[in-house]
C-alpha cells in the first residue's frame, strides 16, 4: 500500500509569500516506473468539504486560479501557490489512486497559516 | 452542475449500523462515473470508504471492506451507504463525492480518478 506523507505539518507565511507544500509517495506512485499521472490536490476551508484543485499532478481544476500549480513525479510532488490571498490560508490534501486493488489514499494535510 | 447531498442518522448506537444516503442532482448517477463515499474524522485527515459504478460494481477500502456495503438505486438517482458494527472510532464527517477519470491524450492512457464533486457532508456520532 502506498503512503503519502505531507510536508509541513503547518506552514506559516504572509500573505503574497510563494507557499510550497510537499506531498511524498512512500514508493513510486502507480508501482513501477516513474509516472505522475495519478496525484491530486484539494483544498478545505473550515467547516466545508474538500475541493479539488489539481489533478494528474499538474492539472488545474475548472475555476482554479492560475496562482495555484502542481509538479513532480515519481515518489515527489509539490503544489505551488504563487501569490497567497487571505483566503488561502486553509489546509491542503493531496491525494493518490492505485489500482491494484483500487484504492485512493489521502495524505495527511498540510495546514497554512498566517504568519 | 452536479450536486451531492448526504442524508442519514446523525447518531448511532456502538454496534449498531450506520446508514447514509446520497442523492444525485443536476445530472444522472448513470453517468460515466464512479461515486464514493469519503470520511473525516474531527480534526483528522481524509479516509476513502469505498466506491460505486451505476452498474453495481464496487470497490472497498480493504480496511473497511468487511463492514461496508455501498449500494445505488438508479431510479431514485442515489447511491447508498451502510457500515455496521460500529465504534466511536467510527464518528466522522462523511462525504459523497463523484469520481472522475481523467484521460490522458498524450500518454493514451488513463491519468488517474479523482473527486471533482463532493456533498456538503454529515456529521455522524456513534454514541450510546
Known amino acids: 500500500e502506498i503512503m503519502l506523507t505531507q510536508s509541513p505539518g503547518t506552514l506559516s507565511l504572509s500573505p503574497g509569500e510563494r507557499a510550497t507544500l510537499s506531498c511524498r509517495a512512500s514508493?513510486?506512485?502507480?508501482?513501477?516506473?516513474?509516472?505522475?499521472?495519478?496525484l491530486a490536490w484539494y483544498q478545505q476551508r473550515p467547516g466545508q468539504a474538500p475541493r479539488l484543485l489539481i489533478y494528474?499532478?499538474?492539472i488545474r481544476a475548472t475555476g482554479v486560479p492560475d496562482r495555484f500549480s502542481g509538479s513532480g513525479s515519481g515518489a515527489d510532488f509539490t503544489l505551488t501557490i504563487s501569490r497567497l490571498e487571505p483566503e488561502d490560508f486553509v489546509v491542503y490534501f493531496c491525494q493518490q489512486y492505485d489500482n491494484s486493488p483500487p484504492i485512493y489514499t489521502f495524505g495527511q494535510g498540510t495546514k497554512l497559516e498566517i504568519k | 452542475q452536479v450536486q451531492l447531498q448526504e442524508s442519514g442518522p446523525r447518531l448511532v448506537k456502538p454496534s449498531g449500523t450506520l446508514s447514509l444516503t446520497c442523492v444525485v442532482s443536476?445530472?444522472?448517477?448513470?453517468?460515466?462515473?464512479?461515486w464514493s463515499w469519503v470520511r473525516q474524522p474531527p480534526g483528522k485527515g481524509l479516509e476513502w470508504i469505498g466506491e460505486?459504478?451505476?452498474?453495481?460494481?464496487?470497490n472497498y477500502n480493504p480496511s473497511l471492506k468487511s463492514r461496508v456495503t455501498i449500494s445505488v438505486d438508479r431510479s431514485k438517482n442515489q447511491f447508498s451507504l451502510k457500515m455496521n458494527s460500529v465504534t466511536a472510532a467510527d464518528t466522522a464527517d462523511y462525504y459523497c463525492?463523484?469520481?472522475?477519470?481523467?484521460?490522458?491524450?498524450?500518454?493514451?492512457?488513463?491519468?488517474?480518478?479523482?473527486?471533482?464533486?463532493w456533498g456538503k457532508g454529515t456529521t455522524v456520532t456513534v454514541s450510546s
Open positions: 514508493q513510486t506512485v502507480h508501482g513501477q516506473t516513474i509516472n505522475s499521472y495519478y
Open positions: 494528474g499532478t499538474s
Open positions: 463525492t463523484r469520481v472522475i477519470t481523467y484521460y490522458d491524450i498524450s500518454a493514451a492512457d488513463i491519468g488517474g480518478y479523482y473527486m471533482d464533486v
Open positions: 460505486i459504478y451505476h452498474s453495481g460494481s464496487t
Open positions: 443536476g445530472g444522472s448517477i448513470s453517468s460515466k462515473n464512479w
